[in-house]
């Protein structure tokens, strides 16, 4: 055996760890942080491949544990194939399974930057290293990198998806010739004589399904601001946690040793005996804690993490979107050219309230016949400083047309304004062709309703804002209110009538279809507290929600554009001259078909997930992706393409993705809670009066400060199975429910 991932010591220098399982090999291999580093390197990001996980296979470590220097030659081998052409790809790699049995494979996988092969084979041991790789590339026909002869070569590994062949034997410890013995122990430890390993951690261990690190991480991500216990609180947190989650684990001390984390462990996983005996006294001590139950800290962990796997019925990760087509309709290939790989989904969707905003007298038929527009109102969130700004450019030239045709019609209108001016009868009537599609973000109510009139007056046209912040969108009307957001962003996913009738005769007086488009971006914490009320009424599901994802190797280096110009302008141009011509009614069979199975499949995830919220946000969703999917087939000359269809299907999952991640909880809350919740008067009121964790002796004296008598323990009991308080065993203390919370109003 040799699977050894190397790692940096403080120092710098490469230690190697070994690798004991499959299960072991493979979570390695499918982190998102690895994911994520292949997807740079195959994007062209050559710098990032440093950064994947690396692995050798043909040696053992020194005896402290390095890797630099070693001379001891495991009982494997590890070969490179490098530079194959496309064509010879397939045949090889026929060639090596063919071979398998007299080679002695082991493990095959792709290279990380494609066109190569990394294989380990049994060693022979009558052969040297470079013996047998000639040997292996005599038997193959093919030829080894020659710069990959040594032993202490490392490989830099991909993930489970180009891993072709795996042989558990790989991961059966074993020196070549065995001319120095080694116990399993000795290379488990791969450090000082004073270190022992620790006992053997199950990382497949679950709760109904759930996988225990998953609850432990979600654990310190509620009650410890998603830091791990370190030198100086690890002894009570640990304890904090083993006392929270032994309920699950059958009080058993055997099973908790394999589940809860050693927080006393070095990097290398291994651990002195006396911190190992402290870890240990740790864990016992917490069992020996009265027990009450299920603790309330865990039932919000598990409640937290039930909601989260709907977010997996997206595809991608709970921290990765789904995965972008590699190949793109020519127009978004266009549009995204210029940014860098990770903001590339946030532009491929950003644009789309500008291409519709070309669309005019144009309405779709969906599945079901009811007549849609290109109505998309596109909300870009991600933390600040993360670059949401590279949406504007492509936007830009998206929208010059459209901005150089506002601009004889604003002089237009600012000189009829000069001759008739206000709060006087006016001496020429308004000229009727007037038409102004991109709006400021600061106007009146009766200047939104007249560019909505003109609008439609002007060829059933759409009206166009874009804001840094979601909350310059309250600026579009004179009552600068969240309310009136949300109403216009209902009435313009529908196409809803909208305006104003007024009696006065120099007022602005009109109703027409709202087609309103827009472009908001915002941070996550700004997105709930904006959408607070709106997650469950129809408005965000009607919103086309993306995001940016950036590692921190990502952030370390500042990313670059490419060029915006007259070449860029013409590349467009054909594509925005076919929306601008289009008009009528456009079908489109294959389009029609697609959203018809993705209906189906996105009914029987939400299911499969248990999930209400993914089930709600799905329909509308899948009618935001038709509608690109539309768009896009008018704008490419009426043909439909694999590509696409694939487009439209990714961008409903990366949209439902984004909704699922932001304010899916808070949706599956509130669609649990009864229709309508009545105020109840007695207990209820007292509880306001609670901080949102309480002691005994806090409530007691609360009951007499309002002149209650008796102990109240009936009243704690009810609060109890009402489900507005749960009793947290490990801290003492009563809290406030969040379901009570959102009933009541009390404290967030």
């Given at each position: 055996m040799?699977?050894?991932?190397?790692?940096?010591?403080?120092?710098?220098?490469?230690?190697?760890?070994?690798?004991?399982?499959?299960?072991?090999?493979?979570?390695?291999?499918?982190?998102?942080?690895?994911?994520l580093?292949?997807k740079?390197?195959?994007?062209?990001?050559?710098?990032r491949?440093?950064?994947l996980i690396?692995?050798?296979?043909?040696c053992?470590?020194?005896?402290?544990?390095t890797?630099?220097?070693?001379?001891?030659?495991?009982?494997?081998?590890?070969?490179?194939?490098?530079?194959?052409?496309?064509?010879?790809?397939?045949?090889?790699?026929e060639?090596?399974?063919?071979?398998?049995?007299?080679l002695g494979?082991?493990?095959?996988?792709?290279?990380?930057?494609?066109g190569?092969?990394?294989?380990?084979?049994?060693?022979?041991a009558?052969?040297?290293?470079v013996?047998?790789?000639?040997w292996?590339s005599?038997?193959l026909?093919?030829?080894?990198?020659?710069?990959a002869k040594d032993?202490?070569?490392?490989?830099?590994?991909?993930?489970?998806?180009?891993l072709?062949?795996?042989?558990?034997?790989?991961?059966?410890?074993?020196?070549?010739?065995?001319?120095?013995s080694?116990?399993?122990?000795?290379l488990?430890c791969?450090?000082?004589?004073?270190?022992?390993?620790q006992?053997?951690f199950?990382?497949?261990?679950?709760?109904?399904?759930?996988?225990?690190k998953?609850?432990?991480?979600?654990?310190?991500?509620?009650?410890?601001?998603?830091?791990?216990?370190?030198?100086?609180d690890?002894?009570?947190?640990?304890?904090?946690?083993?006392?929270?989650?032994?309920?699950?684990?059958?009080?058993?001390l055997?099973?908790?040793?394999?589940?809860?984390?050693?927080?006393?462990?070095?990097?290398?996983?291994?651990?002195?005996?006396?911190?190992?005996?402290?870890?240990?006294?740790?864990?016992?001590n917490?069992?020996?804690?009265?027990?009450?139950?299920?603790?309330?800290?865990?039932?919000?962990?598990?409640?937290?993490?039930?909601?989260?796997?709907?977010?997996?019925?997206?595809?991608?990760?709970?921290?990765?979107?789904p995965a972008?087509?590699?190949?793109?309709?020519?127009l978004?290939r266009?549009?995204?050219?210029?940014?860098?790989?990770?903001?590339?989904?946030?532009?491929?969707n950003?644009?789309?309230?500008?291409?519709?905003?070309?669309?005019?007298?144009?309405?779709?038929?969906y599945?079901?016949?009811?007549?849609?527009?290109?109505?998309?109102?596109?909300?870009?969130?991600?933390?600040?400083?993360?670059?949401?700004?590279?949406?504007?450019?492509?936007?830009?030239?998206?929208?010059?047309?459209?901005?150089?045709?506002?601009?004889?019609?604003?002089q237009?209108?600012?000189?009829?304004?000069?001759?008739?001016?206000?709060?006087?009868?006016?001496?020429?009537?308004?000229?009727?062709?007037?038409?102004?599609?991109?709006?400021?973000?600061n106007?009146?109510?009766?200047?939104?309703?007249?560019?909505?009139?003109?609008?439609?007056?002007?060829?059933?046209?759409?009206?166009?804002?874009?804001?840094d912040?979601?909350?310059g969108?309250?600026?579009v009307?004179?009552?600068?209110?969240?309310?009136?957001?949300?109403?216009l962003?209902?009435?313009?996913?529908d196409?809803?009538?909208?305006?104003q009738?007024r009696?006065?005769?120099?007022s602005?007086?009109?109703?027409?279809?709202?087609?309103?488009n827009?472009?908001?971006?915002?941070?996550?914490?700004?997105?709930?507290?904006?959408?607070?009320?709106?997650?469950?009424?129809?408005?965000?599901?009607?919103?086309?929600?993306?995001?940016?994802?950036r590692?921190d190797e990502?952030?370390?280096a500042?990313?670059?554009?490419?060029?915006?110009?007259?070449?860029?302008?013409a590349?467009?141009?054909?594509?925005?001259?076919?929306?601008e011509?289009?008009?009528g009614l456009?079908?489109?069979?294959?389009?029609k078909k697609?959203?018809?199975?993705?209906?189906?499949?996105n009914?029987?995830?939400?299911?499969?997930?248990?999930?209400?919220?993914?089930?709600?946000?799905?329909?509308?969703?899948?009618v935001?992706?038709?509608l690109?999917?539309?768009?896009?087939?008018?704008?490419?000359g009426?043909?439909?393409?694999?590509?696409?269809?694939?487009?439209?299907?990714?961008t409903?999952?990366?949209?439902?993705?984004?909704?699922?991640l932001?304010?899916?909880?808070?949706?599956?809350?509130?669609l649990?809670?009864?229709?309508?919740?009545?105020?109840?008067?007695?207990?209820?009121?007292?509880?306001?009066?609670?901080?949102?964790?309480?002691?005994k002796?806090?409530?007691?004296q609360m009951?007499?400060?309002?002149?209650?008598?008796?102990?109240?323990?009936?009243?704690?009991?009810s609060w109890?199975?009402?489900?507005?308080?749960?009793?947290?065993?490990?801290?003492?203390?009563?809290?406030?429910?969040?379901?009570?919370?959102?009933?009541?109003?009390?404290?967030?």
């Open positions: 040799s699977v050894f991932e190397i790692y940096k010591g403080d120092g710098g220098a490469k230690f190697m760890r070994p690798i004991h399982s499959r299960e072991e090999y493979l979570q390695s291999r499918n982190s998102d942080k690895q994911q580093t292949l740079a390197v195959r994007s062209g990001e050559e710098g491949k440093s950064q690396q692995m050798n296979y043909s053992l470590p020194n005896e402290d544990g890797l630099k220097g070693s001379k001891r030659m495991s009982s494997t081998v590890g070969m490179d194939i490098d530079h194959i052409t496309a064509e010879k790809m397939q045949a090889i790699k060639r090596i399974l063919k071979k398998k049995d007299e494979l082991l493990m095959l996988e792709e290279s990380a930057r494609g190569g092969y990394h294989l380990v084979f049994k060693r022979r009558e052969l040297d290293q013996g047998n790789l000639k292996a005599e038997l026909e093919v030829a080894y990198d020659a710069q032993i202490t070569r490392v490989f830099f590994t991909t993930t489970e998806a180009e072709i062949y795996l042989d558990d034997t790989i991961f059966e410890i074993k020196q070549a010739a065995d001319s120095e080694e116990s399993v122990a000795a488990q791969c450090s000082s004589q004073e270190a022992v390993p006992p053997s199950d990382p497949e261990a679950r709760y109904n399904g759930v996988l225990f998953d609850i432990i991480a979600k654990y310190w991500e509620l009650y410890n601001d998603g830091k791990e216990p370190s030198e100086g690890r002894n009570v947190l640990t304890f904090e946690l083993t006392a929270t989650i032994r309920s699950i684990r059958g009080y058993s055997e099973q908790l040793l394999q589940v809860v984390p050693n927080y006393w462990a070095k990097p290398d996983g291994t651990c002195s005996q006396e911190d190992l005996a402290e870890w240990r006294k740790t864990i016992e917490a069992l020996k804690e009265p027990r009450k139950g299920m603790p309330y800290r865990l039932k919000q962990v598990l409640q937290a993490l039930k909601s989260q796997q709907a977010v997996k019925a997206c595809g991608g990760t709970l921290t990765t979107p972008m087509p590699k190949k793109l309709p020519p978004i266009l549009l995204t050219k210029n940014v860098p790989w990770f903001y590339k989904p946030a532009v491929a950003a644009v789309f309230p500008g291409l519709g905003a070309h669309l005019h007298g144009v309405k779709f038929r599945w079901d016949n009811v007549e849609h527009e290109a109505t998309f109102m596109n909300v870009l969130i991600g933390r600040q400083s993360i670059g949401k700004g590279t949406i504007k450019k492509p936007i830009e030239y998206i929208m010059e047309d459209i901005k150089q045709r506002d601009q004889p019609n604003r237009r209108e600012a000189e009829w304004k000069q001759k008739n001016p206000g709060a006087k009868q006016k001496k020429d009537p308004r000229p009727t062709d007037i038409c102004i599609q991109m709006l400021i973000d106007l009146t109510d009766a200047v939104f309703n007249q560019r909505i009139v003109d609008a439609n007056n002007n060829g059933q046209r759409f009206i166009y804002t874009i804001v912040e979601i909350e969108l309250k600026k009307t004179s009552k600068g209110t969240v309310d009136e957001v949300g109403l962003i209902r009435k313009a996913f196409n809803s009538d909208a305006g009738e009696v006065g005769a120099d602005v007086s009109g109703i027409a279809p709202l087609r309103w827009f472009n908001a971006s915002t941070t996550p914490p700004n997105a709930k507290k904006f959408f607070l009320r709106m997650v469950n009424d129809g408005t965000v599901s009607r919103l086309d929600v993306s995001t940016i994802i590692t990502d952030d370390d500042e990313p670059i554009l490419g060029i915006y110009d007259h070449t860029f302008a590349e467009l141009k054909p594509y925005i001259d076919r929306l011509a289009a008009n456009i079908e489109c069979p294959q389009s697609l959203s018809l199975e993705m209906k189906q499949e009914k029987d995830a939400a299911k499969l997930y248990e999930s209400e919220a993914y089930r709600v946000f799905s329909y509308r969703a899948n935001i992706a038709w690109k999917g539309m768009v896009l087939y008018v704008a490419h009426y043909k439909w393409s694999k590509e696409i269809a694939d487009f439209v299907r990714w409903q999952q990366y949209n439902l993705w984004c909704k699922m932001y304010f899916g909880q808070q949706l599956e809350r509130e649990r809670e009864e229709v309508e919740i009545q105020r109840q008067s007695g207990p209820q009121n007292l509880l306001e009066l609670l901080p949102d964790e309480f002691t002796d806090q409530y007691r009951r007499q400060q309002q002149g209650k008598s008796g102990s109240g323990d009936g009243t704690l009991r109890q199975s009402r489900g507005y308080i749960v009793y947290d065993e490990v801290s003492g203390r009563y809290c406030k429910t969040e379901e009570y919370k959102q009933k009541f109003g009390g404290k967030v």
